[in-house]
């Protein structure tokens, strides 16, 4: 347990311990979906909404559920079961109601359902042990990282398409992890500020 | 926190507990009283967990079950199709499969993921904003025509719809596989027998079908994908496909090591713009593997038509064990004196044997065919074996708009 106020942690979490650049977690829709900022801020957005809410529910799930029935065991199925039927439900509201905002970030839901950074947040407010506060701050702060990690990407990927002619070997996924190479350099520059575990 | 921080201290007290229960009993010096307790101690959690984890499981499906039935419910929407034909269906689901219960079907190589953009149709109300899934498959053109790919367009209000009126000859049929031949050892052949509707398939030779096969360990759901007809459209209701096989191919790995004689499926059909045009010029046909279907097809025409245009055949295999057909198109030769038909082996060996072309089929083109040729050609085959075509005969000066093809992905 680490005595951290939830304003440190959330910003800790957006940059010290960016949960993309450091733990390189959610990888997958960060390389494919990268192409423009416009859809880079899409499915960010989706990210750091569906982030904050499942940290809060699985850590309710966690302590007031799994560890009363001495269950902690499972909570990787849970977790992912949690993600997967909450996104699922967010994905119907929001197509229902909300049609404009479905088509700007709604067709992005399906995407994050297995992506393991959702589920990396939930896990380390487990081992970490944060308290209920922590852990939205924590969740909020690494949906925002991670948002701000794709866009800033998204932003020299357009640019850089643009601009720039590439030797074939070097086109899509090759230059986007170099990208990410030098943008997590960079972020490890802010490690020196706060640390958390 | 206070409250949270005991709450840890117990967590972690429970956990060393449980670590050490379960290190304790050594099923070596248990007596029927401790091996009693063993099992209450082993099976109690075990049946707590099961409830525990299928319980969280039930509730969600539960809420989303709920949730389903409350949210996803669209109710009757109406399809205005062609300004003609008004449907009402339940809305929620993909515009392609809405249609296609309705029974238009409208053609679609991937089975609705968004990747082959065959399954495009024109919306001109309802159907909301193109969506990123669509716009690598849409020109700016077919943007401002209201062109969308249906089967990512949801109908979750009143739509108009226009699609090629042809699309209304579309039916799906009940078929019988009736024998199964191998044409190669890569390519088998498919004869068909149409059980229902009893009029059987109505076609144009050179186009294809969509073939459906049921679900196997392969795959998760009823897979279906284009194929070329290539027999000739006489005979209304026997068909015959030529198959090659796919490494990993959902399809054509049933079709090859799972499909047996006597099985009934599904296909629809018939799709496609690749048939013989009219006009007075020459025929060129150029084909690879599997690309021989439609030509087969069309020389079948032609012989039943007695069209005496001048046809010449290019055909590209890489070896001569992957030729196939061979009589057929020979006795075509003999019968027909407008028709030529010249194979080229790409990768010939020595047991071959060859004294014939050698070489790609664009060698071929190279060596054959005249500057500004008068000449109507139809290209089948993998894509790039198509661009190259197309590109070496823009060069040679044939017009863009005499040259069709039909690219196998």
């Given at each position: 347990?680490?005595?951290?106020d939830?304003?440190?942690?959330?910003f800790?979490?957006?940059?010290?311990?960016?949960?993309?650049?450091?733990?390189?977690?959610?990888?997958c829709?960060?390389?494919?979906?990268?192409?423009e900022?416009?859809s880079?801020?899409?499915?960010?957005?989706?990210?750091?909404?569906?982030?904050?809410?499942?940290?809060?529910?699985?850590?309710?799930v966690?302590?007031?559920?799994?560890?009363?029935?001495?269950?902690?065991?499972?909570?990787?199925?849970?977790?992912?079961?949690?993600?997967a039927?909450?996104v699922?439900?967010?994905?119907?509201t929001?197509?229902?109601?909300?049609?404009?905002?479905?088509?700007?970030?709604?067709?992005?839901?399906?995407?994050?359902t297995?992506?393991?950074?959702?589920?990396?947040?939930?896990?380390?407010?487990?081992?970490?042990?944060?308290?209920?506060?922590?852990?939205?701050a924590?969740?909020?702060?690494?949906g925002?990282?991670?948002m701000?990690?794709?866009?800033?990407?998204?932003?020299?990927?357009?640019?850089?398409?643009?601009?720039?002619?590439?030797?074939?070997?070097?086109?899509?996924?090759?230059?986007?992890?170099?990208?990410?190479?030098?943008m997590?350099?960079?972020?490890?520059?802010?490690?020196?500020?706060?640390?958390?575990? | 926190?206070?409250?949270?921080?005991?709450?840890?201290?117990?967590?972690?007290?429970?956990?060393?507990?449980?670590?050490?229960?379960?290190?304790?009993?050594?099923?070596?010096?248990?007596?029927?009283?401790?091996r009693?307790?063993?099992?209450d101690?082993?099976?109690?959690?075990?049946?707590?967990?099961?409830?525990?984890?299928?319980?969280?499981s039930?509730?969600?499906?539960?809420?989303?079950e709920?949730?389903?039935?409350?949210?996803?419910d669209?109710?009757?929407k109406?399809?205005?199709?062609?300004?003609?034909?008004?449907?009402?269906?339940?809305?929620g689901?993909?515009?392609l499969?809405?249609?296609?219960?309705?029974?238009?079907?409208?053609p679609?190589a991937?089975?609705?993921k968004?990747?082959?953009?065959?399954?495009?149709?024109k919306?001109h109300?309802?159907?909301?904003?193109?969506?990123p899934?669509?716009?690598?498959?849409?020109?700016?053109?077919?943007?401002?025509?209201?062109?969308?790919?249906?089967?990512?367009?949801?109908?979750?209000?009143?739509?108009?719809?226009?699609?090629?009126?042809?699309?209304?000859?579309?039916k799906?049929?009940?078929?019988?596989?009736?024998?199964?031949?191998?044409?190669?050892?890569?390519?088998?052949?498919?004869?068909?027998?149409?059980?229902?509707?009893?009029?059987?398939?109505?076609?144009?030779?050179?186009q294809?079908?969509q073939?459906?096969?049921?679900k196997?360990k392969?795959?998760s759901?009823?897979?279906?994908?284009?194929?070329?007809?290539?027999?000739?459209?006489?005979?209304?209701?026997?068909?015959?496909?030529?198959?090659?096989?796919?490494?990993?191919?959902?399809?054509?790995?049933?079709?090859?090591?799972?499909?047996?004689?006597?099985e009934?499926l599904?296909?629809?059909?018939?799709?496609?713009?690749?048939?013989?045009?009219?006009?007075?010029r020459?025929?060129?046909?150029?084909?690879?593997?599997?690309?021989?279907?439609?030509?087969?097809?069309?020389?079948?025409?032609?012989?039943?038509?007695?069209?005496?245009?001048?046809?010449t055949?290019?055909?590209?295999?890489?070896?001569?064990?992957?030729?196939?057909?061979?009589?057929?198109?020979?006795?075509?030769?003999?019968?027909?004196?407008?028709?030529?038909?010249?194979?080229?082996?790409?990768?010939?060996?020595?047991?071959?044997?060859?004294?014939?072309?050698k070489?790609?089929v664009?060698?071929?083109i190279?060596?054959?065919?005249?500057?500004?040729?008068?000449?109507?050609?139809?290209i089948?085959?993998?894509?790039?074996?198509?661009?190259?075509?197309?590109?070496l005969?823009?060069?040679?000066?044939?017009?863009?708009?005499r040259?069709?093809?039909?690219?196998?992905?």
């Open positions: 347990m680490i005595e951290i939830a304003g440190t942690l959330f800790a979490a957006i940059f010290t311990n960016n949960i993309l650049l450091t733990n390189f977690l959610g990888l829709p960060f390389l494919a979906i990268s192409r900022i416009r880079s801020l899409g499915l960010g957005v989706a990210v750091v909404f569906v982030m904050t809410c499942t940290a809060v529910i699985n850590y309710l966690y302590y007031y559920l799994l560890l009363p029935l001495n269950l902690e065991h499972f909570r990787y199925i849970v977790f992912i079961v949690i993600i039927a909450f699922q439900l967010v994905e119907m929001v197509e229902r109601f909300f049609p404009a905002l479905y088509y700007i970030l709604g067709i992005f839901l399906p995407l994050i297995v992506n393991c950074a959702i589920l990396g947040a939930s896990l380390f407010l487990i081992i970490r042990k944060y308290t209920l506060i922590q852990s939205l924590y969740g909020a702060g690494s925002i990282g991670w701000l990690a794709i866009i800033a990407v998204g932003a020299i990927r357009e640019k850089v398409q643009k601009s720039a002619k590439l030797p074939r070997g070097l086109e899509g996924p090759a230059l986007t992890l170099i990208i990410t190479g030098i997590a350099l960079a972020f490890m520059a802010f490690s020196g500020m706060i640390q958390i575990q | 926190m206070a409250v949270s921080r005991r709450q840890k201290v117990e967590a972690t007290v429970s956990h060393e507990c449980q670590r050490k229960r379960s290190k304790r009993p050594n099923l070596n010096d248990l007596t029927t009283d401790n009693q307790r063993t099992t101690r082993f099976m109690l959690p075990l049946i707590l967990s099961l409830l525990a984890i299928s319980g969280i039930a509730i969600l499906a539960l809420l989303l709920v949730a389903d039935s409350y949210l996803a669209y109710g009757e109406h399809i205005l199709l062609n300004d003609q034909k008004d449907l009402v269906v339940e809305g689901r993909p515009l499969f809405t249609l296609g219960e309705e029974g238009i079907f409208i679609s991937c089975g609705g968004g990747t082959c953009s065959y399954c495009k149709v919306i109300e309802g159907g909301g904003p193109v969506l899934t669509e716009t690598p498959y849409l020109s700016p053109e077919e943007v401002k025509a209201n062109v969308r790919l249906s089967c990512q367009v949801k109908v979750k209000e009143d739509l108009k719809v226009e699609i090629p009126e042809e699309l209304f000859l579309v799906e049929y009940k078929i019988k596989v009736e024998r199964i031949e191998d044409l190669t050892p890569e390519i088998k052949g498919l004869h068909l027998k149409i059980l229902t509707p009893e009029e059987g398939i109505t076609f144009k030779p050179g294809y079908v073939f459906e096969v049921p196997y392969m795959t759901s009823e897979e279906y994908r284009a194929y070329s007809i290539a027999s000739g459209s006489e005979d209304h209701r026997s068909l015959e496909l030529v198959i090659t096989k796919v490494p990993k191919g959902a399809v054509t790995t049933y079709v090859h090591d799972f499909l047996k004689e006597g009934e599904h296909m629809t059909g018939p799709y496609g713009d690749f048939y013989l045009r009219e006009s007075d020459d025929i060129l046909m150029i084909a690879t593997g599997s690309g021989m279907a439609p030509m087969k097809a069309m020389l079948q025409q032609i012989e039943a038509q007695k069209i005496q245009r001048k046809t055949f290019f055909f590209g295999e890489r070896t001569k064990a992957d030729l196939f057909y061979m009589d057929q198109l020979e006795a075509w030769e003999k019968k027909m004196p407008h028709f030529t038909f010249v194979p080229t082996l790409s990768r010939a060996t020595e047991e071959d044997q060859w004294t014939g072309e070489g790609r664009t060698n071929l190279e060596k054959h065919i005249d500057e500004k040729a008068n000449i109507d050609v139809y089948c085959g993998s894509p790039a074996m198509v661009e190259s075509c197309v590109e005969l823009t060069k040679k000066g044939t017009p863009e708009d040259v069709y093809f039909d690219k196998f992905e």
